[in-house]
Nanobody, 116 residues
Framework: QVQLVESGGGLVQPGGSLRLSCAAS????????VGWYRQAPGKERELVAA???????NYADSVKGRFTISSDNVRNTVYLQMNSLKPEDTAVYYC??????????WGKGTLVTVSS
């Protein structure tokens, strides 16, 4: 089992920045891939950024050049640095981890609101 807890969401003005954190616990060694997803009101959940099982990173086209995913393996934490935020980035952001058996784990999410 893997437990994920997100933090760092909040209200920010357009053009501002936020850094989200995802703290993982439990069977850390079984994690094969980890990433961030988001779900805006009335829309489906979508991939934002992820580390793949092959060690590469994927970003949604809408966030390339603005968002950066990183990790601290000592703290078992994954971060999402979000710069140049836009109102359309408003969503609940979820941390996701996939283990070696391809089971998915999700955090409860953290709300990001971009508004003036």
């Amino acid at each position: 089992q893997v437990q994920l807890v997100e933090s760092g969401g909040g209200l920010v003005q357009p053009g501002g920045s936020l850094r989200l954190s995802c703290a993982a616990s439990g069977s850390i060694a079984s994690i094969n891939a980890v990433g961030w997803y988001r779900q805006a009101p009335g829309k489906e959940r979508e991939l934002v950024a992820a580390f793949t099982s092959g060690g590469s990173t994927n970003y949604a086209d809408s966030v390339k050049g603005r968002f950066t995913i990183s990790s601290d393996n000592v703290r078992n934490t994954v971060y999402l640095q979000m710069n140049s935020l836009k109102p359309e980035d408003t969503a609940v952001y979820y941390c996701n981890a996939e283990d070696v058996t391809h089971m998915d784990y999700w955090g409860k999410g953290t709300l990001v609101t971009v508004s003036s």
